[in-house]
């Protein structure tokens, strides 16, 4: 009895660790996709919501700011900006943060990336960012969505 107890403890840490994000059909129908230099502009009205972003790298250097979390940058080649792209603020949580390495860091690349994610505001900064959550949507049979790595 305590194998099996210990067995589906073990298996529900397991599922519940590396499960990603699901969302309801309602939800996932209000899901927009935006380039990083129109999602800058409209960051401020998107707050609380899931968006779809296109990018072609992310910044290289992960920074460790809170326990379990790690802020990074998606880059976007942008012709309008001063230095030729527009970066968007990202945050990952940890158990993120493989799946998040696996995209390019080149700046060079021009493969194009999409991620999903949701617009929040840090209440110290008062600044908002996206908190990535997955680079894959699998949509059932009913519209809801699980987004994973």
Known sequence: MRSLLGALATFVFVTTS???????????????????P??????ASLIGKVVAVRFHCRSAKLRHLHPNWYEAALWQHDSQAKNGFSAL???????????????????????????YGRIEKDP????????????????DRTGNADVDW
């Open 124 to 139: 110290d900064d008062n600044i908002a960012y996206m908190r990535v959550l997955g680079r894959k949507a699998r949509i």
């Open 89 to 115: 603020r990202v945050m990952i949580a940890e158990k993120d943060v493989p799946g998040f390495e696996r995209i390019t860091a080149d700046l060079n690349s021009g493969a194009e990336v999409t991620v």
């Open 18 to 36: 590396f499960a990603g994000e699901r969302f309801s059909a309602a939800t996932w129908k209000t899901v927009q996709t935006y380039d990083v």
């Open 38 to 43: 129109i999602l800058l502009k409209q960051e």
